[in-house]
């Protein structure tokens, strides 16, 4: 019929044991990705929203220019972070 049960080192071995030397190379990898790729993406976006930023407030300077009204009032920086967190919470 079948052979008699035979003892196997692997048998009682951890399954990750044998994997465990892969891990400093996962961590380099994902550092790498993180810093290579994603903060990368990040900072570009960042970048073309501040540039839609500036060409929405051009665009109110000139209509409020064409209307015969005063500049826009762009909040500070921080004012702007301000009423975005007021208006998150909601």
Same mark, same amino acid.
């Given at each position: /019929? !079948?052979? @008699? #049960?035979? #003892? /196997? @080192?692997?048998?009682?071995r951890k399954p990750n044991n044998s994997w465990k030397w892969l891990m400093p190379f996962v961590a380099a990898a994902q550092a790498a990705l993180f810093t290579k790729v994603i903060t990368v993406e990040m900072n570009r976006d960042k970048d073309s929203l501040r540039d839609q930023d500036a060409y929405v407030w051009k665009? /109110?300077?000139l209509e409020r220019k064409r209307l015969g009204? !005063? *500049? *826009?009032?762009k909040p500070s920086d921080e004012n702007a972070w301000r009423l975005e967190q007021m208006y998150e919470d909601d």
């Open positions: /019929k !079948g052979r @008699p #049960y035979q #003892y /196997k @080192p692997s048998m009682t665009a /109110k300077a009204i !005063g *500049p *826009p009032l």
